[in-house]
């Protein structure tokens, strides 16, 4: 059994760029979820997708946007980078779409770095 | 709206002697509760879970916590510290589809 797995590891963005991160969930699992962790902070929930359709949103701008596709591995599209948007972005899978998807497993996460 | 408050952003303590970390929720109805840890450069793994049933949850790496709903406390504790315990240490409740989590705790242990 495979755990959660993120890449890129770390990148560097200049502000304005765009950025793609990427998630491969756990397997057997259908849910993601993505958490913005901002230094010395805890993290932060952005949005779940779930069978391929956001199932919740947190309070980010609509320039934070994802995609899950049908193997429930994710995408995290940040566009228009802006400096506080430096973070460690997380990724957690678990299984289950709604109150009941309680125990989410994290990925190591990717550093992004925005000059 | 649910939060979760951590008291104390930096707890040291003596190797051998007891870790306590603190962890208050916020919530009408009581939440799925979970402690998680985070060592540096790494994302979150998760040391114990509360949902129902016994109030007393044992985690893994010697860890403990009880779940006082007169208190809406979830505090974390471990007999005797350990070198390898240095690390953040983060409460979290089940909300709607995400968790929420505390600001986080740093432990450190002094030789």
């Known amino acids: 059994e495979t755990g959660v797995t993120q890449s890129p590891t770390?990148?560097?963005?200049?502000?304005?760029?765009?950025?793609?991160l990427r998630c491969s969930s756990q397997s057997g699992h259908n849910t993601v979820s993505w958490y913005q962790q901002a230094l010395g902070q805890?993290?932060?929930?952005?949005?779940?997708?779930?069978?391929?359709?956001?199932?919740?949103?947190?309070?980010?701008?609509?320039?934070?946007?994802?995609?899950?596709?049908?193997?429930?591995?994710?995408?995290?599209n940040v566009n228009a980078l802006e400096l506080d948007d430096s973070a460690l972005y997380l990724?957690?899978?678990?299984?289950?779409?709604?109150?009941?998807?309680?125990?989410?497993?994290?990925?190591?996460?990717?550093r992004l770095t925005v000059t | 709206a649910q939060s979760v408050t951590q008291l104390g952003s930096h707890v040291s303590v003596s190797e051998g002697a007891l870790v306590l970390l603190r962890c208050n929720y916020s919530s009408s109805?009581?939440?799925?509760?979970?402690?998680?840890?985070?060592?540096?450069?790494?994302?979150?793994?998760?040391l114990l879970k509360y949902t129902t049933g016994a109030t007393l949850v044992k985690g893994i790496n010697g860890?403990?916590?009880?779940?006082?709903?007169?208190?809406?406390?979830?505090?974390?504790?471990?007999?005797?510290?350990?070198?390898?315990?240095?690390?953040?240490?983060?409460?979290?409740?089940?909300?709607?589809?995400?968790l929420v989590f505390g600001q986080g705790t740093r432990l450190t242990i002094n030789p």
């Open chain 1, 10 to 20: 770390h990148l560097i963005k200049t502000r304005g760029q765009q950025v793609t």
């Open chain 1, 42 to 76: 805890g993290p932060q929930f952005i949005f779940q997708y779930y069978r391929e359709e956001e199932n919740g949103r947190g309070n980010f701008p609509p320039r934070f946007s994802g995609l899950q596709f049908p193997n429930y591995s994710s995408e995290l």
């Open chain 1, 91 to 110: 990724c957690a899978s678990s299984l289950g779409g709604s109150w009941d998807s309680y125990e989410q497993y994290f990925g190591p996460g990717t």
């Open chain 2, 29 to 46: 109805v009581p939440p799925y509760l979970f402690w998680y840890v985070q060592y540096p450069n790494q994302g979150l793994q998760l």
């Open chain 2, 63 to 98: 860890f403990e916590a009880e779940f006082k709903k007169s208190e809406t406390s979830f505090h974390l504790t471990k007999p005797s510290a350990h070198m390898s315990d240095a690390a953040e240490y983060f409460c979290a409740a089940q909300g709607a589809q995400k």
